[in-house]
Every structure is written in C-alpha cells, then in structure tokens.
C-alpha cells in the first residue's frame, strides 16, 4: 500500500526551528513532484513549498529539500513565527501499480509559541 509517513512536528518557541520529514513507502516506481502543504484553523490549506516554489510568507525561512535514494522530502523551518502554527501535510505524485496518483500524509502539528 502506498503512503506517505511524516514526522517531525512540535512546539517551538517563536525563533526557533523544526524539520519535516515525510517518506513515501510502498511499492512506487517513480516520483514526481513532492511537497508541503498547510491548513492553519479556519483557514484554507495552502501551498508553502514544492520543488518549484515557495509560499511569499515562507521565503527566505523554509527550505525543502529531496533524497530520491530515500524517497523523501523534508522541509527545514527556520525563525518561525506564530503565525506558521498549522497542521502540516506532505504532498506528492507517485506512480504505483495503480498508476499516477496524489497522495497525503496524514498531517503533523506544528505550533509557535510567542
């Protein structure tokens, strides 16, 4: 079965940083684009990063990054605000035995105290 595992959440103090982990595990023949993803309370779940771009309110602080060896993305949150307080998902485009499909993570909380 496909799936995509993350780790990596917690509670940080505002300044302060965490890594994102998120492997793909199952039978996948390839890989396209991977990303992250987040859905702050009452908000809408928006893009932060993919291997193209960079939300405007992450840049120059969030760094993704990929092992293909791994089958990994993570994504290296630095100064984070209160703001950045949202469940985070990985995101990304595998090809399995049933073909191209999207899959998600199961979500990790990240929250930023002030």
């Known amino acids: 079965q496909v799936q995509l595992v993350e780790s990596g959440g917690g509670l940080v103090q505002a300044g302060g940083s965490l890594r994102l982990s998120c492997a793909a595990t199952g039978n996948i023949f390839a890989i396209n684009n991977m990303g992250w993803y987040r859905q702050a309370p009452g908000k809408e779940r928006e893009l932060v990063a993919d291997m193209r771009t960079y939300a405007d309110s992450v840049k120059g602080r969030f760094t993704i990054s990929r092992d293909n060896t791994k089958k990994s993305v993570y994504l290296q949150m630095n100064s984070l605000k209160p703001d950045d307080t949202a469940v985070y998902y990985c995101?990304?485009?595998?090809?399995?035995?049933?073909?191209?499909?999207?899959?998600w993570g199961q979500g990790t909380q990240v929250t930023v105290s002030s």
């Open positions: 995101a990304a485009t595998l090809y399995g035995s049933s073909g191209w499909k999207d899959y």
